[in-house]
């Protein structure tokens, strides 16, 4: 067979994207239209016509849009049997046992919603999670551009938690730390017990690492991201993987293993 | 019920070392003798003599001996129903097999064998093997003192296998690279097409990077190993798991899931 | 005397902009015009009047074009009595006479020309020619994305060879390495002497490291840059600088001081 | 000339050790022997007679010992004609000028007294302070053993406040963070306006990083030390230099250039 052939056979998925224009939105088109195995049939943003995702054939739709609007979008797809890949902020579990329920009723229909699609970032925290059982000592530094107005980020915040519990599940107790004499701050943010470090500086993007300690040896997982282009390998993973998905998949790890 | 009550009921572990003057050994006893949920009952070496293990009831044992003389070490350890970690080195695929056949005849004695008891050094390849398929380029960075003769070392020679085996499977082909004008050797070595680098200086001990990289962010994980103390959180954690594990266990990475 | 009055009596340099089209000229014009002490006078590109940027009053002029028109450029500039900051490439020792010539018959103006106008790189080649003869051990680790067809990179060339040339003033001998059994190209590139290792992934942008080791510790100076726009702030220091710098200034070293 | 020839003509420096049985005194002698171009000619401790030292001639004595002691030392020392090479604690700007006062009487006598032998981390800071003036940011990350009672460490509030000092003198202001929205300590403690930010955790010695940002590139000065061994090299640059360099000297520095 050639590859021609073998082409041919392996039909492109057709991928729609909502908020099309937006930043995030318009990296997604630029995206799909270079994946080889992905045909963009639609771009929707305000004011355009939702139906012409549809109407163009649609297989999945991609959603960067706005709290205000991303329901009703979902609703729509579900309806229509499009399974989506859903990017946008603001899902309370309210809004997520809505979904199931639209959902169950169109089972062969499937969702992603994600609250970070950099694969870096989902692995880094898996890796955290799964060392942390295995070692006395941890402290997380996240360092970012200057413009951010919260510290420690919210990566790292979630990060410490997943941490933290895995520590507890393992029955491990406090980190040790002989400290008696410190400069206020200078050991960082304590969240759920473990120590979180913000570093600020121009010329920084985002960044992270999780610093493991025991006898004699460290661990640690560093995740650099400089550009949101780096989101799209995990908007791309969950397009492929969200047909063969049905109902609702929260979080890019599901599709990671 | 009080700390001293809850204490006298689970009874801590008694352990045998053999190999107990060598440089590992004489570490492993330092560690069990520290470990509160342990109790070192036998030192045996070169001229002593093994029933000395079992006379002071050694329910684990603990081997960093020679390969001439593990095997007869292990082959009693069984017959006596002594479960046995052992960090010796030399087992082919024929000493395994062998190993299994004495534990076939005792089902309730377990055996881990293990190259390497450091944690660490186990879950950066364990992590390096999951974040292979995600990413379209992977170097691999070790660095150690100047006294070593092999370069690469054995662990980033096993980190670039896994790897490569890990990519081949996730269907990646070569890793880009538009190198033109190469100063030989720059691009460093090598193994099953992932390329390895080794920095050799005074002042380094023993240290391993992975550096994953798709668009617009890399993903490094990183081992620093100062001292051989660092294997004994991992000998002291298949002292822990041996009793419940019967038959062979090969690697660390069993007992860290 | 309050702020208003202050910032009155310290007039702005008048700037002009040769190559103002091209991608650094064009960044050169934002970091300008960003500049509070600076005012852009002249945009000066392809097919544009020279002497634009003399009616304009341009006391400096920064000139990023290329080879073939940059000498026609700076004779003008030295001419007229206008400063000039190059980053245009292709000096080779026959043109820098030339400019020192011209400049002769000139004493009150000034001429930079720089290689490199990031601050970061020439600190850090600056600090590693510093550091270099008083450490046994030192190698280089480039890192950079995989479209870049020169391996190892200029830059870690050059560093290499100043490190090499700090070693051999101080008398020191060959760095220690005991390697016996190597995979081919594991330990790195040898430039006069030291070993250069050159990483290419998906996701990297530009990256240096210089590892110095002596016994029982390390030393590491690190270098990222992730923008063209890293370059500007050199470029700015240039034109602060070299109306009082009369005669030819080579590289950002001296400006640094 | 044959290199036995040359190795007669320059004879090696005979150098005594007082505080010769504490920790640091002991890896001293270690040190002195082992180099080529010294003679450890005498060991004095607690209880010998201090008259040992000159009479077997030594030209240089290091004292690691303790402040109760030492000021006797340095008087009987500087009256023997003997330099000297001093890194045990507690000079008050009263004890140098008693020391100062002595050396006048002496022309011919150098004393060397440094809080800090380790070159890599004198050297860090002489390279941080030179690139304060050039980067809008700056933070510092210490990472530490945790048995560690003050953070940050001391030799990161120094650093610290010659950072703030170099900033100062080069007329930068405050470093940009545009944090609103802190956990109490992420962003560290401010020393002199600079925010250094303290790691515990098992497994590390002492390491430390200087992060330098400006737009688009960072710079990263980073020491590992992992044994007190690493301060040898730096005692026996002083000693070396001790007797070429009469008066006192304070700090490495002058020795490094």
Known sequence: MTDEQEKSTVEPIRVGVLGARGRMGAEVCRAVDAAADMDLVAMVDQGDWLFNAADAGAEVVVDFTTPDVVMDNLQWCIDQGISAV???????????????GWLERKPGVGVVIAPNFGIGAVLMMQFAARAARHFESVEIIEQHHPRKLDAP??????TARLVAAARAEAGLGPTPDATKDEVAGARGAEIDGVRVHAVRATGLVAHQEVLFGTLGETLTIRHDSYDRVSFMPGVLLAV???RTRPGLTLGLDALLD
């Not at 980020?153 to 979630?158: E, N, P, Y």
């Open 153 to 158: 980020s919210g990566t790292a915040t979630h």
């Open 86 to 100: 859903v990017g946008t902020t603001g899902f309370t579990e309210q809004r997520l046992d809505q979904v199931r």
């Open 240 to 242: 492929r993987a969200v």
